[in-house]
């Protein structure tokens, strides 16, 4: 097939999408796809600008926001007329964040009428939309931690929800605008943070206890990873810096519970409306109970990112799980 990995965007998630679509474009490649690599700000990449992107790899932190806002992201209709994707059979998305996961992209592609990986408009805006997908997770009896949301006072959050409490914004991915409060100062800080967030604001309760996470891929889970952080949770540092998380495929758990957790998985895979693949995260607590974190519609797609790991821990290789990827979306010409 002839494939676009579109990556990039304008997110502050922008460095995570970049590694990703350059691992995916040579991945296809290595599959037998004709490919190109397209950044959604600056357009067509050349194979040097790939290689390039692939050794800066992903900062400790993520761009500033004053860089962000000065990049003009290229509109998708405006890009499907690139001379150099006129004959595309199926856009491939690395996007994370912003538009490109919130249901804006795939809205836009639907209009011309083209083919891509993951996700419809309607999946990724109920997963990109963490305070809906939770009532929809309860819907389809899938245990979430409980939360309260919007313009609360510390008082208020720490009497329904106890310590410590998570503070998130509502869209926010790559454990990005997160905060884990301990007492009543660090949630008054964390309020007074989030003001700045532009977002719904979400408290949290917070369960300790082991981090595991499920791939789904077609409509098959995957064997179950467990994340071991270095810090106290599994924040943006800790996601794409080396040697700062020990990611555990297959975790280290009992048959019938990761058969329930798989049961958990496709229950929220099916409920958020996502296809052709996924990875939903969970917080095992000291008790032994499953609780359902979020649901990510393009999780990170580096050959090093939680879902390619656990493909691999099933026997599916990064460019077969690429072509998978890509096939799925490929029927739907």
């Known amino acids: 097939m002839r494939i676009a990995v579109l990556m990039g965007g304008t997110s502050d998630e922008r460095e995570v999408s970049l590694s990703s679509g350059v691992e995916v474009a040579n991945a296809l490649r290595n ?15 050349d194979v040097a600008e790939e290689v390039l992107l692939l050794e800066e790899g992903v900062s400790a932190a993520p761009p500033p926001v004053g860089e962000l806002a000065s990049l003009d992201e290229v509109h998708t209709v405006v890009i499907s007329r690139d001379p150099a994707l006129s004959e595309i059979d199926v856009f491939f998305l690395a996007l994370h964040g912003g538009s490109g996961e919130d249901g804006t992209i795939q809205a836009l592609l639907e209009v011309t009428g083209v083919a891509y990986t993951g996700s419809d408009r309607l999946g990724c805006s109920l997963a990109m939309d963490k305070e809906v997908s939770k009532r929809l997770l309860r819907q389809a009896g899938v245990p979430t931690p409980d939360w309260l949301s919007g313009e609360r006072s510390a008082p208020e959050v720490a009497h329904t929800l106890g310590f410590p409490v998570i503070v998130k914004a509502s869209s926010g991915g790559s454990s990005l605008r997160l905060v884990l409060a301990r007492d009543l100062h660090e949630l008054e800080s964390a309020i007074d943070e989030s003001r700045g967030w532009n977002d719904l604001v979400l408290f949290e309760r917070y369960h300790v206890g082991r981090e595991l996470t499920i791939g789904i891929l077609g409509d098959e889970t995957l064997p179950v990873g467990e994340i071991i952080p270095e810090h106290e ?12 998380a020990q990611e555990i495929f297959p975790a280290d758990i009992p048959p019938n519970l990761a058969s329930e957790l798989g049961t958990l998985a496709l229950s929220a895979h099916r409920s958020l409306r996502l296809r052709d693949y996924s990875r939903i995260d969970f917080i095992l607590d000291n008790e032994g109970r499953p ?19 656990a493909a691999a821990a099933g026997g599916v290789v990064f460019p077969e799980l690429c072509d998978r990827i890509a096939t799925l979306a490929g029927v739907r010409r």
């Open 31 to 45: 599959a037998g796809h004709e490919v190109v690599a397209v950044d959604t700000v600056s357009g067509s990449l």
């Open 233 to 244: 949770i599994f924040d943006y540092e800790c996601k794409y810096q080396p040697g700062m």
């Open 291 to 309: 609780w359902c974190l979020e649901a990510n519609a393009l999780p990170g797609m580096t050959a090093n990112s939680l879902l390619p790991k």
